[in-house]
């Protein structure tokens, strides 16, 4: 499916892609305000770059099992501001920079022991975000900068044991978080990575951590014990 291909068509609600295309072009279906819901069949290797972003009435992404989609690009769901609830397939591997960036009505999210990269501010103002799922078995080893940021419904969230890194800015603005648990094998949080936590109550840093950036704990006010 080409670029641009139903760009700004206001007019489109609902979207079953052929069978026999094998990726979602950039952009494709970008400001498309009112669709609702789209299947994504499984012949689809790849979602790429602002394929839906700015849909603001899409609630529901089908994916047909079994899935094919190893890739979500950057961008690709941003501002998709009525998007409840996705279920990311278990052949997914990367999801880009800014994928699900300003979906404020997704309310949870799991991620699977495939997935080995998650972009920068990927779900950054997420602001009804409420449960993070990592498989025990999870192999992101870093979660980057502004990945969570903003997700201020967020309540606690266990951070799996293959991360080493914290990026800068990564739980920024959690105002509702209390409680996370950061793994051992951990080396490095980086600038203002829980910054504006102001429910956070207290936080246990391993003795792996190296490095503690600037401002990681400034305006968390409620923490009482480190």
Request: net charge neutral.
């Given at each position: ?6 760009k700004?068509?206001?007019r ?16 494709s ?34 994916f ?12 690709a ?20 920079d800014?994928c699900?960036?300003?979906?404020s009505?997704?309310k949870?999210i ?23 799922s ?8 870093s ?23 914290l ?12 409680e ?31 490095s ?10 409620s923490?009482?014990?480190?």
């Amino acid at each position: 499916m080409h670029v641009f291909c139903f760009k700004n068509n206001y007019r489109l609600r609902r979207i079953a892609i052929p069978s026999s295309i094998i990726s979602i072009g950039d952009d494709s279906f970008s400001a498309c305000a009112s669709l609702v819901q789209v299947t994504i069949p499984h012949s689809i290797k790849t979602i790429k770059k602002k394929a839906f972003q700015g849909c603001i009435s899409l609630e529901q992404v089908l994916f047909e099992n079994p899935s094919s989609v190893t890739s979500i690009e950057s961008f690709a769901f941003d501002e998709c501001s009525s998007l409840k609830q996705i279920e990311i397939p278990s052949s997914v591997t990367s999801i880009g920079d800014f994928c699900f960036n300003l979906c404020s009505s997704l309310k949870q999210i799991s991620i699977s022991t495939s997935i080995t990269n998650i972009g920068e501010s990927a779900f950054n103002g997420c602001s009804s975000l409420k449960q993070i799922s990592f498989d025990t078995s999870a192999k992101v080893s870093s979660i980057k900068p502004d990945t969570f940021c903003k997700c201020s419904s967020l309540k606690k969230i266990s951070i799996p044991s293959s991360v080493k890194f914290l990026g800068h800015h990564t739980f920024n603005d959690c105002s509702s978080l209390t409680e996370i648990e950061i793994p051992s094998y951990v080396t490095s949080i980086d600038n203002y990575c829980f910054a504006g936590c102001s429910s956070l109550i207290q936080i246990l840093i391993p003795s792996s951590v190296t490095s503690i950036g600037e401002g990681v704990f400034v305006y968390c006010g409620s923490l009482k014990e480190i």
